[in-house]
């Protein structure tokens, strides 16, 4: 069974530049019927990927239909408010952060979030394991500051904040899985290296309340575990199928109904990007 319709909510820019990339991402697009891309930045000191926030503007003004602008802050950096408005007003809809310096629940990134609260910018962070990249060899990185409990001291502090963590915070997933069910702002997708190694029946056990064993353990706003996970591919584009498969298995195997089946593919990434203002067509 093929969702009905699908948005992307974790992507990069690819390994090309914008308009080459494009050309690769839309025709996947339009065969899984993937309405809307959101498209992250990244930037940090040396980055060798065309992720950077001026790539992702280049393929929204080339796609605005389908690609959903998210910036990154270098979190190396003091975390003056004002960046926010700056990226706000580039046309930047959400914001990402990767690799602190300290964990992402520190008070000094404080402003950054408080600003991106008032104005309704969801923010997606990396959790977890990170990558290895080249430019960051020799150079200390903690993956332990990127930790899904973080995420619930700021989903609390900010209760108007729309918070996405990455990847189900592998490998830290009971974290992540918990601090999900008391947090009514955050969510989570699946992307990564997840849904390869662990068994459907595993992140079923983790993403508990509300299913048929457990109906009356709903969330503060009467939903499932399921209504908090989104489809995220964090692939390249001629990937992407790949991923919408291991979906696929995931919620076939679990017997999913089909309306949590439309909220992670669709509804519930829709209802974010709406709440932030994008009208969905
Ligand atoms: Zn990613």
């Known amino acids: 069974m093929q969702p009905q319709r699908i948005i992307d909510f974790h992507h990069h820019g690819g390994g090309t530049a914008p308009a080459d990339y494009l050309r690769q991402l839309v025709p996947q ?3 899984w019927n993937i309405h809307k891309i959101v498209m992250l930045g990244l930037e940090w000191p040396g980055i060798t990927m065309s992720s950077r926030n001026r790539d992702i503007l280049a393929c929204w003004k080339g796609e605005p239909g389908l690609v959903v602008p998210f910036a990154a802050l270098d979190m190396q950096k003091s975390s003056d408010p004002a960046q926010v408005d700056a990226l ?11 690799r602190p310096p300290v964990p992402y629940h520190d008070e000094r990134f404080y402003p950054w979030y ?5 104005l309704k910018m969801p923010c997606l962070f990396h959790l977890g394991i990170v ?3 080249p430019e960051w060899e020799g150079h200390r990185t903690d993956s332990n500051l990127m930790r899904p409990i973080h995420l619930d001291t700021i989903a609390r502090s900010f209760p108007g904040l729309t918070l996405v963590g990455a990847h189900l915070g592998n490998p830290w997933y009971e974290e992540a899985a918990m601090s999900c069910r008391w947090n009514p702002n955050l969510y989570f997708d699946l992307s990564g290296s997840t849904l390869k190694r662990m068994r459907p029946e595993a992140i079923g056990e983790l993403l508990w309340w509300g299913g048929t064993t457990y109906p009356a353990y709903r969330d503060r706003l009467g939903r499932s575990a399921w209504e908090k996970i989104l489809f995220g591919s964090d692939v390249n584009a001629p990937d992407i199928g790949d991923v919408i498969g291991d ?3 995931l919620v076939e195997t679990l017997e999913l109904p089909s309306e949590l089946v439309d909220a992670i593919f669709y509804r519930t ?3 974010l990007l709406e709440a932030a203002g994008l009208t969905m067509s």
Do not use: C, P, T, W
């Open 29 to 31: 697009a339009q065969h």
């Open 88 to 98: 706000r007003e580039q046309g930047f809809v959400g914001l990402k952060f990767i």
């Open 247 to 249: 979906y696929n298995r």
């Open 269 to 271: 990434g829709a209802s």
């Open 114 to 118: 408080d600003r991106a609260q008032q």
């Open 131 to 133: 990558a290895r990249l």
